[in-house]
């Protein structure tokens, strides 16, 4: 069984540009979350999308987005790129949802923003 | 979502039972405890979840207090493979719109 892949795995940006991340879920699974993980602020939940809907969100501003499909996988874009979002970015998917069981994580997008 | 407080690290010998304790006193009632282990330059990986007592699998023990404010994660006869930020994580079904807390997580050092 496949599992969660994330491409692509690094990229390097420049301020103000944008980024779009992707992630590829396990088979069968509807959920899939997002999160940012810095070494000042640890790893942080961004949103996650259920169905193609999205159903929670963290504390992030506007600029970061996502969306599903119908196959669920799922895109993250982040627009007007600053330095501080300089961060490994990580998807997790699983069946029902990211409180209810276990969260299968891929190894994550390395964002570097110039 | 209730916050998770655990030692920032820890250093254990290979072979010894290592016990990773995290506090979280405002958990609610439909809220399950979740541990997670993260190595360099990967995503976290599920190691256990449980809602109260003991659960145990083939890798990890947790141990949850009746007043569930607490809950320890123990690894039995550590290696040094279990080098690695070891994080509790605590949620429930009725996740709604609060936001997911992974807290600092504990950096477990085993030592040959």
């Known amino acids: 069984k496949a599992g969660v892949t994330q491409t692509p795995r690094y990229l390097i940006k420049t301020r103000g540009q944008q980024v779009t991340l992707s992630c590829s879920p396990i088979s069968g699974h509807r959920s899939v979350s997002w999160y940012q993980q810095t070494p000042g602020q640890g790893l942080q939940f961004l949103f996650e999308y259920f169905s193609e809907t999205q159903r929670n969100k963290g504390n992030f501003p506007g600029r970061f987005s996502g969306r599903q499909f119908s196959n669920s996988r799922s895109e993250m874009n982040v627009s007007t790129l600053e330095l501080g979002d300089s961060a490994l970015y990580l998807c997790?998917?699983?069946?029902?949802?990211?409180?209810?069981?276990?969260?299968?994580f891929g190894e994550g997008s390395r964002l570097t923003v110039l | 979502l209730a916050k998770t407080t655990q030692p920032i690290s820890m250093d254990s010998y290979e072979g010894q039972e290592v016990n990773i304790t995290c506090s979280h006193n405002n958990i609610a009632t439909n809220d399950y405890i979740t541990w997670y282990q993260q190595f360099p330059s990967q995503g976290p990986r599920f190691i256990i979840q449980g809602y109260k007592t003991k659960v145990t699998n083939e890798v990890a023990s947790l141990f949850i207090p009746a007043d569930r404010k607490s809950s320890t994660l123990s690894l039995p006869r550590v290696s040094l493979s279990d080098t690695a930020v070891y994080y509790c994580?605590?949620?429930?079904?009725?996740?709604?719109?609060?936001?997911?807390?992974f807290g600092t997580g504990t950096r477990l050092t085993i030592i040959p």
């Open positions: 997790a998917s699983s069946p029902d949802g990211i409180a209810t069981g276990e969260l299968f």
């Open positions: 994580l605590v949620g429930g079904p009725n996740f709604g719109n609060e936001k997911l807390t």
